[in-house]
């Protein structure tokens, strides 16, 4: 996750940012079928699969829909999940305090979210993970920090290290085997909400024609809203310099069908997965674009180090070290400007790739429109249309601060304030490399959607990064895996306060 991406990957790409046709004002012309079930679940991927399987279990009537022509979503990509106190880890001799993970959790939202939905979540981790082995599931067998990048090792990585081996296919017989009546390619549209209550919804198959769902309840997972402009202009980002890097069927239909309803928007607080990278391309593919694979994500160019960072304006706005604790911070300043560069020199460059001199040599025979090398800065400015004057005053400060092994400005440590005076000069444009949404509809500790009052709308769920309520502003992959910790536990949680509702 760090730095893969999965366009092109998994079902029928929709390729870069394109969206599929809109949910929003859907109503359905001729509905050929009614389906009575006691729970509808909107999305066959991760957290969907375990909302599925959960209520197949408890013997509930389940209706499953999915979109595409696969299950899993972007779980084809998903690593791993994050879990205290399981047998994987008592065999390795791990041991964590689950107060340590609440606390710092709630300590790096700044207190926003909620602690008892963290602390049910934690508490009830190591209990997922045996379910999920109890489904059929399949871990590799190794628990770690994920990637030697986070602060407790709770990170159980699935066998194959990927969900499309261990998780996926064995979900998805699993809601086979308990009665799950699967519907693929069939993409829910609109709810039905009658009395205050959520009844059901209207779905459109591949033939375009509707079908119509009677349900006690509903419960969202369709993965967020990463391919939809409008949501992710509204959290901050600039579309133009999005890249998207998941699978396709991420529009925000859940988002919109509930928004429909009355349900209340998250989506300013929502978090994401998003590193920076330099370079676009509409198939963009991990490793198969030399400049990005060279430039990409988590490591060194994306993430600041001793490169000088600047805005659209030409100024120097940060320690550009600042991610090195979370790498998913990266991309956070990317909302507060409308573009972001990195400016280093020959000399930089040289260092960073001292024990990779075939990687100098593939960038110095690279023709990327989002990477300008000149032997002046006020050349390279010009490619990207960037005052130089401007820029020469920032070289000339962050020089000077260089100089004085101090960054009065931002704090940046000394040793990593090289300065940047040996021609040519580069400038790479930061684009964010998006691979998708965390959190959108507002959601109580049992899944269940909120309207405007905070008051739970009856028969609604939203699960999964439709409905995570984990984070504010960033994304805590320091914990790593908390994020598919949370698509299993809300979607059992889910699963579970529906079906007391429904025998009650
Ligand atoms: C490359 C990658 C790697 C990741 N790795 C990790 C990891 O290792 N650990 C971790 O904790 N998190 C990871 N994540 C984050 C997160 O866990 C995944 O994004 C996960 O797939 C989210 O699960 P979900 O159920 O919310 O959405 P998804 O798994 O994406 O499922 C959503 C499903 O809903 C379907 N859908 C959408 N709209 C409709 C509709 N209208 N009707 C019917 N179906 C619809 C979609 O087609 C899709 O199948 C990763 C994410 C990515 C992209």
Known sequence: MAGVGLAGCGPTSAGSNASQEDVAGYAPEEVVETIDA????????????????????????????????????NGIGVEGIFAVGTELQKA???????????????????????????????RASGDNVSWLIEQG??????????????????????????????????????????????????????LIKEGGKVTGLYAQRKD?????????????????????????????????NVIYGGTPGHNGDGLKMAFEVGARSFVKNSTFN????????????????????IFCGAGMFGTGGNQLWVNQDAARFINENFAAANFEMQSVPAMTHRALYSVFDRAILETAFAQDPESLER????????????????????????????????????????EA??????????????????????????????????????????????DEAKRPIEGLYAVGTDGCMLYRNIYTINVGGTCNGNNVNSGRTAANHAHSTITS
Not at 368 to 395: C, I, K, M, N, R
Request: aromatic share 8%; net charge negative.
């Open 38 to 73: 006691d729970i509808a679940v909107v999305g066959l991927g991760m957290s969907g699969l375990a909302a599925a399987v959960q209520a197949g279990c408890n013997g509930d009537a389940v209706v499953g829909l999915e979109a595409t022509n696969v299950t899993g979503g």
């Open 405 to 450: 092994k101090a960054d009065a400005d931002f704090g940046k440590p000394a040793e990593l304030m090289d300065p940047i005076k040996t021609p040519p000069y580069y400038i790479a444009k930061l684009n964010q490399y998006y691979l998708m949404s965390v959190g959108g509809i507002e959601c109580d500790i049992n899944a269940q959607a909120l």
């Open 137 to 190: 599931v399949k871990f590799s067998g190794v628990v770690d920090d994920y990637l030697g990048s986070g602060i407790v090792s709770g990170f159980h990585w699935f066998e194959g290290n990927v969900a499309s081996t261990g998780y996926i296919p064995q979900m998805t017989e699993r809601a086979k085997v308990l009665g799950v009546d699967i519907r693929m390619e069939t993409t829910a549209k609109k």
């Open 208 to 240: 375009g024609k509707a079908i119509r769902i009677n349900a006690k309840a509903v419960i969202l997972a369709t993965g967020g809203y990463a391919q939809s402009q409008e949501f992710m202009e509204e959290r901050g980002f600039n579309w133009e």
């Open 274 to 293: 998003c590193t920076n990278i330099c370079g676009r391309g509409d198939t963009f593919a991990w490793k198969a674009d030399p400049f990005t694979s």
């Open 92 to 122: 390795a001799g791990i041991e964590i305090d689950p107060v340590e993970v609440v606390r710092t959790e709630l300590e790096e939202a700044q207190m926003v979210t909620d602690g008892a939905l963290w602390s049910r979540f934690v």
């Open 363 to 402: 960038i110095d025979s690279i023709n990327e429109p989002d990477l300008a090398v000149a032997d002046t800065l006020e050349e390279a400015a010009a490619h990207f249309e960037l005052d130089a004057a401007a820029l020469q005053a920032s070289v000339d400060r962050y020089n000077e601060l260089c």
